[in-house]
């Protein structure tokens, strides 16, 4: 072309056009670059064929693959609950003994117990289950109603002086307020209290002695150690659970104050009760 001008300064041909003497260089777009740009736009046309890309008022266009987002999280799902199932059968039918023996069915009773735990049981005996004053630490070695697998999914189960349940634990402790004057009832307290610590009075707590044989060794046992079959506490580990010191177990023995915890089979499910005791059992305590 005969019209082509030359910029002087940086050597490159200019496009003709002009504003006031200033020219454009004509510096046009490296061949690589465009032809990227070209194959950006047809990738995005075929995206847009083979997916759902396009909004529509309600939905999306369907795309020709026939890909959905939802239908593969469903299909997932499905997946999950049919290997659950699996499981919760296998739980269903096997007892907590030979659930805690199955190392894989272990695992998932206990994955399952802990979410159920984290909803009924937490708001009483805590999220990690260490109780509190009333409510009895679940992962300690020290228990009401027994520490084995059977134990504890009976109390689970029918729950502990529970009204709704005929076969809930009904064994209470007796009020002793007409049976022991204020003086023997101090001198048991200093005896009981001397189990494991050393009382105020020494002389109080071995005339307390013969009192608590008399009157609480049927339950608590001689040495104290207490009783499941009773929901006799140990008084000779220092764990207390209704109050600590002599006064307070003073005052358990007078007007004594009576744990109760709620029955769960009619309202979880054996299942989900199951699940519940390997992992209560698992929790360090089990026995
Ligand atoms: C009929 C059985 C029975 C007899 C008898 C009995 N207890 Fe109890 N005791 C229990 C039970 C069950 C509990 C748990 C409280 C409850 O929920 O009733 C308990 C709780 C206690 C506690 C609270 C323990 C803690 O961890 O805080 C003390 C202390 C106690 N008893 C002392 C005595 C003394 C002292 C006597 C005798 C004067 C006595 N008990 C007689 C059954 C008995
Ligand atoms: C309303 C409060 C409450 C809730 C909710 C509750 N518990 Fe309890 N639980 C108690 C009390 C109180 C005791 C102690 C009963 C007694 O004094 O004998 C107890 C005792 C127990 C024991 C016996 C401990 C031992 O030392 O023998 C186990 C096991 C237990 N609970 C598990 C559970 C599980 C699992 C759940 C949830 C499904 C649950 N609890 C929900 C209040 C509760």
Redesign the pocket.
């Known amino acids: 072309m005969s019209d082509k001008h030359v910029d002087e300064v940086s050597g490159v041909e200019t496009t003709g056009h002009e504003w006031d003497g200033i020219r454009e260089l004509n510096n046009p777009m490296p061949r690589w670059w465009v032809w990227t740009f070209y194959a950006t736009i047809l990738w995005a046309v075929g995206y847009a064929i083979a997916y759902p890309s396009i909004p529509l008022l309600t939905n999306a266009t369907n795309g020709l693959l026939g890909f959905s987002s939802r239908a593969d999280l469903t299909q997932e799902v499905e997946t999950a609950r049919s290997t659950q199932t699996v499981y919760l059968d296998q739980i269903a039918a096997k007892t907590v003994g030979e659930i805690d023996a199955d190392a894989n069915l272990r695992q998932f009773a206990i994955s399952g117990g802990a979410s159920a735990f984290k909803v009924n049981c937490a708001p009483c005996h805590g999220s990690g289950a260490a109780g509190g004053p009333g409510f009895p630490n679940l992962n300690d070695d020290d228990w009401?109603w027994g520490g084995d697998l059977e134990s504890i999914q009976k109390t689970i189960a029918h729950g502990v002086?529970f009204d709704g349940d005929g076969d809930t634990h009904v064994?209470?402790?007796?009020a002793?307020a007409d049976v022991?004057d204020a003086a023997q009832t101090r001198n048991?307290?200093a005896y009981?209290w001397s189990l494991t610590k050393t009382p105020s009075d020494t002389e109080m707590a071995s005339a307390g002695k013969q009192?608590?044989l008399d009157?609480?060794a049927?339950?608590?046992g001689e040495d104290g150690k207490g009783n499941v079959d009773?929901?006799?506490?140990n008084?000779a580990d220092a764990?207390?659970?209704?109050?600590e010191g002599e006064e307070a177990?003073g005052r358990?023995?007078s007007a004594?104050?009576?744990?109760m915890m709620p029955a769960w089979s009619a309202r979880l499910g054996e299942t989900t009760v199951k699940e519940l005791t390997v992992f209560v059992h698992s929790l360090g305590g089990g026995k």
């Open positions: 009401l002086r064994s209470e402790m007796p002793f022991l048991v307290a009981v009192a608590f009157n609480c049927a339950c608590h009773m929901g006799a506490p008084l764990i207390w659970l209704k109050g177990i358990q023995i004594p104050k009576h744990g």
